[in-house]
């Protein structure tokens, strides 16, 4: 927290990772993700068949979504993936945000006093 004019500010910290997979993540993985507002985990390695066991992967404080990663052979891991995550106290705008294979796009209002929104985008 940052103090100007009395007030506290509140800096908001993005994360974004390509993790290499996520079956193998730690709690101490998830303990540092849970240090951040805005969170864009890429390379995740699960497919989109499997995406009920990723819903609670990422820890109860975000708003989540999800893309399945896409296995170009039989045989061997998928590739791809994207996890995007946001603090459930930071208001997310749906209208508008786009969702396509290897793009994830996502809107929030930061500051409701000026009326303020963030935008990012996660692509693989």
């Known amino acids: 927290m940052r103090k100007k004019n009395g007030e506290n500010k509140r800096g908001l910290k993005l994360l974004f990772w390509n993790i290499a997979g996520l079956k193998k993540k730690d709690n101490l993985f998830w303990d540092y993700v849970k240090n951040f507002d805005f969170v864009g985990l890429t390379e995740t390695w699960i497919l989109e068949r499997?995406?009920?066991?990723?819903?609670?992967?990422?820890?109860?404080?975000?708003?989540?979504?999800?893309?399945?990663?896409?296995?170009?052979?039989?045989?061997?891991?998928?590739?791809?993936?994207?996890?995007?995550?946001?603090?459930?106290?930071?208001?997310?705008?749906?209208?508008?945000?786009?969702?396509?294979?290897?793009?994830?796009?996502?809107?929030?209002?930061?500051?409701?006093?000026?009326?303020?929104?963030?935008?990012?985008?996660?692509e693989e």
């Not at 989540?64 to 946001?86: D, F, H």
């Not at 209002?109 to 935008?119: E, F, I, L, M, R």
């Open 50 to 122: 499997d995406r009920n066991k990723l819903k609670d992967v990422l820890p109860k404080e975000f708003q989540r979504k999800l893309q399945g990663a896409k296995k170009e052979k039989r045989k061997g891991r998928a590739k791809g993936g994207i996890i995007t995550g946001v603090k459930k106290d930071i208001k997310e705008i749906e209208e508008g945000a786009i969702e396509m294979e290897d793009m994830v796009e996502r809107k929030q209002t930061v500051n409701k006093k000026d009326g303020k929104s963030a935008q990012y985008i996660v």
